[in-house]
């Protein structure tokens, strides 16, 4: 995905630190806007993670460090989940403004939280999704119960979170005890999706049954099974960020990408490989996908190799190419299969090829035609199946030009 670094200011007049990531070379379908956990940032691995998922379905995130927290303005100690609401909030305010205005909210624990409430004063928003969320925005004063009384009698306190210091004052306590998010679910007046581990030991379950059961329809729940509270495993907060992109499609106003009256075919491509593995980022025409290379070779496994789908691009086109001539010569072709493999062969095993030295590739298409041909119809077809423009194109002469882009 493409990154910016960005800033925008709060109701405070305070610069907040955030990052917007967006499709690489695409032009977003819509815009989102992610609040982290208590504490956390913008950088915490699960919200890079659903931030690249939905990149991947075209719709880019703003993510932001809260006021007093990462790269951002402002004493945290004079925070509360008031100041939270207001700053995503402005966050939207600066995203309409510079942007797109948000038509998905996405919350993480506390954001979770957060979002429930802001989502009143978001008009753009189609979608409110909450990840792990209290149900009760005071549930994270357990995080330093310890602590409570020193900061109820000295006013505040020095407390210790994830290894880290942060001062808590009382206003911070007193503000958490006023909020009473029941009202905002039921007031919603966007789509609701509830994600939520049964074994969060952080945040219960029954804190996801509460909101849900809380909100009007439209309202979806999705199990993140064995997740933990944080996402911690990168395969949860993918799987997270996918099923966010696939669940919102329905609600969110998206342009048409293609006028139904002209065909394009531009061969457009952008892939995208960072230095972590291989696993890479595809848009081909528009549509996201992704490729890697197995364990074995030090990839991940979730995508096709790039001989994959060179074998895919060979198989949908001689399946294509034989739908097309059947259709014209009205030949009964109900489907035509294609299963083409890849091999590395000797060149002196190859009784037809020019090379006699070394190793060459070798492609072969086991082609399964279904319908009710004759025999004459279906060596036709084979004959066809050569005729694919692919298969001409691997077997032509290719010239391939590489240019450095200009920084």
């Not at 208590?38 to 809260?66: G, Y």
């Not at 510079?98 to 919350?107: D, S, T, V």
């Not at 994600?195 to 509460?210: C, E, G, Y």
């Amino acid at each position: 995905m493409k990154s910016l670094n960005v800033s925008f200011l709060n109701s405070r007049n305070e610069k907040l630190s955030a990052r917007l990531d967006l499709p690489e070379d695409e032009q977003p379908i819509a815009y989102a806007l992610f609040a982290h956990c208590f504490t956390c940032t913008k950088n915490i691995k699960a919200a890079i993670n659903i931030a690249a998922a939905l990149n991947r379905e075209k719709i880019a995130v703003l993510r932001f460090d809260f006021t007093g927290l990462g790269q951002s303005e402002g004493d945290f100690s004079d925070t509360n989940f008031t100041t939270n609401v207001a700053d995503l909030v402005a966050a939207a305010k600066f995203l309409e403004r510079e942007y797109q205005a948000p038509q998905i909210i996405i919350g993480h624990s506390l954001g979770g939280a957060a979002i429930l409430q802001a989502a009143a004063e978001i008009d753009s928003l189609k979608a409110t999704v909450t990840i792990a969320a209290p149900h009760d925005p005071g549930h994270v004063t357990h995080l330093f119960a310890t602590m409570r009384d020193q900061i109820e009698s000295n006013g505040a306190a020095e407390v210790n979170l994830a290894g880290r210091r942060f001062t808590i004052k009382k206003q911070f306590l007193e503000d958490l005890e006023m909020q009473q998010l029941d009202t905002h679910i039921k007031e919603l007046k966007t789509a609701l999706l509830v994600m939520h581990s049964p074994r969060d030991t952080t945040v219960a379950i029954d804190n996801a049954a509460k909101i849900y059961q809380a909100a009007k329809h439209p309202k979806s729940f999705i199990s993140l099974d064995d997740a933990d509270h944080l996402l911690l495993n990168e395969k949860d907060s993918l799987y997270a960020g996918m099923m966010i992109a696939a669940w919102s499609r329905r609600y969110i106003d998206s342009p048409e990408v293609r006028a139904s009256a002209k065909i394009v075919i531009d061969n457009r491509v952008t892939t995208s490989t960072d230095n972590q593995g291989f696993f890479t980022e595809l848009f081909a025409n528009g549509h996201a996908m992704m490729a890697d290379e197995p364990k074995e070779y030090g990839g991940t496994d979730r995508g096709p190799s790039p001989y994959e789908y060179l074998l895919a691009a060979l198989g949908a086109c001689t399946s294509m190419t034989l739908q097309m001539y059947a259709r014209h010569k009205k030949i009964p072709l109900e489907r035509a299969v294609v299963r083409p493999s890849h091999q590395k062969i000797h060149a002196k095993d190859c009784g037809h090829c020019d090379a006699t030295d070394g190793k060459i590739d070798r492609m072969e298409r086991e082609v399964e035609l279904i319908g009710a041909l004759d025999d004459d119809q279906r060596q036709r077809l084979l004959e066809i199946a050569e005729r694919c423009p692919v298969h001409k194109t691997l077997h032509s002469e290719v010239d391939i030009i590489s240019k450095l882009k200009d920084n």
